[in-house]
Structure formats: structure tokens, C-alpha cells
């Protein structure tokens, strides 16, 4: 099966087209227009014309692809307006002189006007004071889309980029092929005019679409990487202005340059928006096609969250393979079997973790991240405790729970009095029903706070809040032999004990599963999602602290991943803070500059680079700063993890708006 297609006639320029992602300080910003009359430490300020091919008519239909932010692109780059510039890196060298010495000028491109499909744009550069074009023959060739050019008149393409901070935008690399640069002097007159042979911009490379398809899908799909290993393609490398070859085409081109093989992690980062429920999105992004007959394999991985230098890289949500045929250079190329988007389901997206061996200070929040209602009778959540006595990792965990209890509780099983909420009724739903984007929270009384309840119902995401018991049996007998025995036995699948072996401390392992409705109980039933729950022989250890799901992280994992980049970040314990948020905190760009690095909780409703000083204003940011800790580690007491608090703090991720972080907590169709 041809599982590649070719889309359209030969893409002709980068300019219009482009992948995008979240650092600003990879999109070059544009140089100074300098006039051609002046003069700078012997260098002339000269000016000459260029020409940029246009894209070709069949192929606009990549403009649907468009972000804006701000009333700008942000990553995918189409058109420009006159007046608009571009960063340009030019190489001269004396014709003749293949020995000699390159001179590079960083310089500017400014666009004057549209001629058909064409532009029309004038270069700006400080010409090598060493280099006359009156005096000498010399070559000249440039590249914009690129990072620099070498000594040896390598332009650079550096990888992963991001162009999605603040609407900037970037332009595929482009290069023009060594050219002479002619001058030509008006008698009489001082005036000079510059001009080449032949300066006419080409796009360098291809571009590759995968569709993703959510038309059977139940939630909103983010991704904002993907991640690949072929001998089929490279990302990363260097143009040789210099040194040409003939391309599959016939064509003359460039040699590229990469360290880049088949068995390279290739990533590239983007926001080229998302791909709605009960629609298709592609996602294009720029390489460079390798030379060879026949097919080659190409994973490719999706992930909603990107690879970091320090924290590493994160699950994959869709992985798949395809058989690659040959790739064109100056082609666009759109893989044609479309790739399902992942399902959602249930998620535990924050848990709170007391002190004390008994483990019964917790509380958990359980999120419905998808667009279609969930019915908590269906779910249940599981304990599994440490065997102490296990001296190997098949005898740690039992293979079947310990406790379990369903998520849907009945009444009689909650802890006495008016600590908890059921907003079902006033929602018109039925009991148990958990709409799409809210929240229920279990906790126990251990972790109650002051106005606690006054704080959650006036949170909207939250639409359950039920309280259950954390005594001991000998504590609640003032409620009945019988009926404290039901209570305790409900709420033990809730805690998460300490089990003391070897000097050290491990925890209960939790997941939640889901029942069919014609399943009994005890049957067999499917995991959904985990909480310290792995099956790489690791024990569970985590410390007194309260943990959160990351931002854009809304896909169940029937293991939780142990790394850095793991979905879940912690902090220090504070009870109550944050339940009933997908996620509490936003990225806000006025306080990158500022203690709090970027980070914004939802309810410090002040504005602009000052931050509250009071922790309950803040959201404890300082006090007690959010962080992403290795939880393979061997010890993961709480006192060892300080020191990780400052080497590994996180903040969200700049797409995490506000916007974004509010309507996490609004089901389709509700009012912000």
C-alpha cells in the first residue's frame, strides 16, 4: 500500500508555510534597515535586489493550518506585506579563489512588493571591507530560515526550534546559489548600484503532513510533538552554499550535511492548534528527504507534552509505523492513512498525601477530561500494599487489590455531618454523573480546612466533594460497631499506608479501574489509570506531599510513568489549595522576570509583574514551590526531594494560558 502520497505541485518557498512551538529566542528578530550610503569601520552599507518564488496555487491549502496570537502567526507563515523583514546570512567570497577565505554578514531581507506569485525584496549588508565588488570578482549565497553560515559556507539548521512565543513566527530555509555581485557606477557621479546575476531565493527541503483523526474520539487532542526515527528523513543539518550535487529530480541543489541516521530521535515541536472532537487535523513540519531506492520503515510518535532538557521525555499518546517511500525535494509530501487520536477515560489528577504509617490523611480528585459524560458507579479505585516479607519484585504487590471501593459511594458510608457536596441535583444530572472537564474529590477528615468548604463551592469545576472517614476502628465505634466497620472499610482503598522493610519506607500503589455495567463485582475488570502503580519491579515510594497532574496531560496511563518528565509534579503538603482545578496554575508571560518564573495561580486575581506576597494569595509558589522530581530515585523521602525542589522547579508550559486553564474546567457549551 502507497502509504505516502504526493500533495500538490513543488512547494517553491518556505516563507509560506512553517511548524511552530514556544521559545521566542529561536525565531531570529529582524536587523536594522541600513542605508546604502553609509559606512561603518570601512565596511559599505550596500543594498541590491532579490526575488522569492511564490507558492503555487493547489498548494494553499496548507493556510487552514494557520495559528494566530495577538493578531499574529504564530508558526505558520504564509504571506508577507511590504515592509516586512527577514534575518538573511550571506557568505562572500573572490571568484577564482576556491582556497579563500569566507567573510559572513548577518543582514536584513526587507520585502518591497508582490509581482504575481513572486516577491520582490531589497538585501540590506555591511559588505566586507576586505571585499570591493568595484575592485574584485566576487560570489555571494545566503540563506534565510537558518541559524548562521560557517567558515566552510555551511548554512545551519538548527532543530527543535520553537516560534510560537508571543506570535512570532519563521520561515523555512530558503538559499540563493552562488552568484556574482556586480556594482555598476553612473558616470559623473558618486552613485553605486549593486546587483547580482542571478539572486533568486529557492526553497530548501520538504514538507511532511500527518493527519491526525478524532472523529471517533471523545476529547480535545494537544499534541505538541512528535518524535521519529527513519533513514527516510533528517531535521537537522547544514546547506552547502558551495558544494552542489544533482538531486532525484535532475536538479542542481546543495549538499546537506547531517549526523542524523535511522537511529536518531528526531523531534520536532510545534502549536499548529488542536484537533477538536469529530474532526482531522495535519501537522506539517519541514526535513530534508535522504537519497535511496525503495521504502523504509518510520516510527512516529505523538506527545501532548514536549522533550526537555532537564526533565527528559515524556509517555507517548500514539505511536505508529509506515512503510516511506522516496521523498522529493521542493515537494509537499502528507502521509495518507490517517493516525485515530487517543481515547480519554477518567484521570486522578491531583492526590494528597498526610503523614502518619496508618496512611489515612489523603485526598484524591478524579477529572473527566473528555466531552461526553462519565458515570462514576462504573469506576472503581484500587489498593495494592507492600509486602514487607517479599523478597522479590513478583512477591511485593499482590496480584489482586487489597481494598477497593467504588467511586460512587453511597451515602452511608461518608463521614457524618455537612463536609461534603453534591452538586449533581442542581446541575440536572443524575447522581454520579461526572460531566465532561469537572472534578470529584475524596478526603478524608484528617484534611480539613478552615472555610475549606465555603472555597470549594464556589468552584466550579467541582461537582462532587464527598468526605469519608480516617479513624482508626477504635475511634469510630461512637457510630456503631457495624456501621464504623462499613465506613473504614469504604474509605481503606482511599489511603496510602507506610510499610517499613530494609530501612526504608514504601508505599500503597493505587489505579483506578472501570467495570461494565453487566460485570459482577469481583470480576475482572480494565485499568484505567495509576497512581505509583509500574510493573518495572520499582517499589512505590513517595513522601508526605501533594501531587498534580501537568497541564495538557489528560490521557489515562495504566502505568505512571517514573522519570522526570513524568505527568505528575509535587510539592510540599497543602491540603485543600488546589482541588477542583484540572490544573491551578497558568503560565503568564508579565512574571517570567519575576520570583514566580512564569507561574500564576488561577485564584490571585491580580494582574500585570507584582505578585501577592500572602501565601494564600499566591498559591504558596514560594513557600512552597511546585516541582518535578525523578521518582526512580531510591529515596524518596520529602527531605531528599529538597534539594530537587530547586534543581527541577516546574512551571507550565507556555501554551497553558489562562484561557486555557479556565476552560479546562468548563464542559463544551458553558459560559466562561
Not at 487517543?342 to 492526590?351: M, Q, W
Not at 452538586?423 to 460531566?435: A, E, F, T, V, Y
Not at 475511634?475 to 530501612?503: I, M, N, V
Not at 510493573?535 to 501537568?550: C, D, E, H, L, V
Request: include cysteine; glycine fraction near 8%.
Amino acid at each position: 500500500m502507497n502509504l505516502l502520497r504526493i500533495c500538490g505541485a513543488t512547494l517553491l518557498i518556505a516563507m509560506v508555510v512553517g511548524v511552530s512551538a514556544c521559545k521566542s529566542e529561536e525565531a531570529p528578530a529582524p536587523t536594522p534597515t541600513p542605508s546604502a550610503s553609509e559606512e561603518t569601520a570601512g565596511e559599505k552599507k550596500i543594498s541590491f535586489t532579490a526575488n522569492i518564488e511564490g507558492l503555487p496555487d493547489d498548494d494553499l491549502r496548507l493556510m487552514v493550518q494557520d495559528t494566530m496570537v495577538g493578531n499574529k502567526h504564530a508558526g505558520l507563515k504564509f504571506t508577507w506585506k511590504p515592509g516586512e523583514t527577514e534575518v538573511l546570512w550571506i557568505a562572500f567570497k573572490k571568484e577564482g579563489d576556491p582556497q579563500g577565505k569566507l567573510e559572513v554578514r548577518k543582514s536584513s531581507l526587507t520585502i518591497l512588493e508582490k509581482e504575481g506569485k513572486h516577491y520582490k525584496a531589497r538585501v540590506d549588508v555591511n559588505a566586507p571591507a576586505s571585499l570591493d565588488a568595484e575592485k574584485h570578482q566576487l560570489i555571494i549565497a545566503g540563506a534565510i530560515g537558518v541559524s548562521g553560515i560557517d567558515a566552510a559556507g555551511g548554512a545551519s539548521v538548527p532543530g527543535p526550534r520553537h516560534f510560537y512565543d508571543n506570535g512570532q513566527s519563521y520561515s523555512l530555509p530558503m538559499y540563493f546559489a552562488p552568484t556574482k555581485l556586480r556594482v555598476k557606477v553612473t558616470p559623473g557621479s558618486r552613485d553605486r548600484e549593486y546587483y547580482a546575476d542571478d539572486l533568486t531565493f529557492h526553497f530548501y527541503g520538504a514538507m511532511v503532513g500527518a493527519t491526525i483523526d478524532n472523529t471517533q474520539g471523545n476529547m480535545l487532542y494537544s499534541p505538541h510533538e512528535v518524535t521519529f526515527k527513519t533513514g527516510a528523513l533528517t531535521t537537522i543539518g547544514s546547506i552547502n552554499l558551495f558544494d552542489y550535487e544533482v538531486g532525484s529530480n535532475g536538479q542542481s541543489l546543495p549538499k546537506w550535511t547531517t549526523t542524523q541516521d535511522a537511529t536518531t530521535t528526531q523531534r520536532v515541536y510545534f502549536e499548529q492548534g488542536d484537533v477538536a472532537r469529530g474532526t482531522k487535523r495535519t501537522y506539517y513540519f519541514w526535513v530534508v528527504p535522504s537519497k535511496f531506492d525503495g521504502r523504509r520503515e518510520m516510527t512516529m510518535e505523538f506527545r501532548t507534552d514536549a522533550y526537555d532538557q532537564e526533565l527528559g521525555e515524556t509517555a507517548d499518546e500514539i505511536s505508529t509505523k509506515w512503510g516511506v517511500k522516496q521523498l522529493a525535494m521542493g515537494k509537499v509530501h502528507r502521509f495518507q492513512t490517517a493516525i485515530p487520536a487517543p481515547k480519554g477515560d477518567l484521570i486522578i489528577t491531583e492526590v494528597f498525601i498526610g503523614g502518619g504509617d496508618y496512611g489515612a490523611a489523603t485526598a484524591w480528585e478524579f477529572y473527566n477530561p473528555t466531552d461526553v459524560e462519565i458515570n462514576l458507579k462504573d469506576y472503581y479505585i484500587q489498593r495494592f500494599d507492600y509486602n514487607t516479607k517479599g523478597n522479590s519484585a513478583s512477591t511485593w504487590y499482590p496480584s489482586s487489590p487489597t481494598y477497593e471501593s467504588s467511586l460512587l459511594p453511597n451515602a452511608a458510608l461518608l463521614k457524618n455531618g455537612p463536609n461534603s457536596l453534591d452538586k449533581s441535583r442542581q446541575l440536572g444530572l443524575k447522581r454520579g454523573i461526572l460531566p465532561p472537564h469537572k472534578s470529584a474529590v475524596f478526603y478524608t477528615a484528617s484534611v480539613e480546612n478552615k472555610d475549606m468548604m465555603k472555597t470549594f463551592e464556589r468552584r466550579t469545576g467541582l461537582v462532587y466533594l464527598f468526605n469519608i472517614v480516617s479513624e482508626t476502628f477504635r475511634d469510630l465505634l461512637t457510630d456503631g460497631r457495624e456501621r464504623s466497620e462499613q465506613k473504614l472499610e469504604y474509605a481503606q482503598a482511599f489511603f496510602a499506608p507506610r510499610f517499613h522493610s530494609g530501612g526504608k519506607q514504601y508505599r500503597s500503589r493505587h489505579r483506578i479501574v472501570r467495570k461494565g455495567a453487566d460485570t459482577r463485582w469481583g470480576r475482572s475488570s480494565i485499568p484505567v489509570d495509576a497512581f505509583f502503580w509500574y510493573s518495572n519491579g520499582i517499589r512505590a515510594q513517595y513522601p508526605t506531599a501533594s501531587f498534580f497532574r501537568k497541564p495538557g496531560r489528560d490521557l489515562p496511563r495504566t502505568e505512571m510513568q517514573i522519570n522526570h518528565n513524568s505527568d505528575w509534579v509535587m510539592r510540599h503538603r497543602y491540603e485543600a489549595l488546589d482541588w477542583g482545578y484540572r490544573f491551578s496554575y497558568y503560565f503568564d508571560r508579565n512574571r517570567v522576570n519575576t520570583p514566580a518564573l512564569g507561574i500564576h495561580w488561577m485564584e490571585d486575581n491580580s494582574t500585570g509583574s507584582t505578585v501577592p506576597t500572602l501565601p494564600k494569595d499566591n498559591g504558596y509558589i514560594y513557600k512552597r514551590p511546585i516541582f518535578a522530581p525523578d521518582y526512580s530515585k531510591d529515596d524518596m523521602s520529602f527531605d531528599e526531594l529538597k534539594e530537587q525542589a530547586n534543581l527541577y522547579k516546574y512551571i507550565p508550559p507556555m501554551w497553558w494560558t489562562k484561557e486555557r486553564a479556565q476552560k479546562a474546567d468548563k464542559k463544551p457549551g458553558e459560559n466562561p
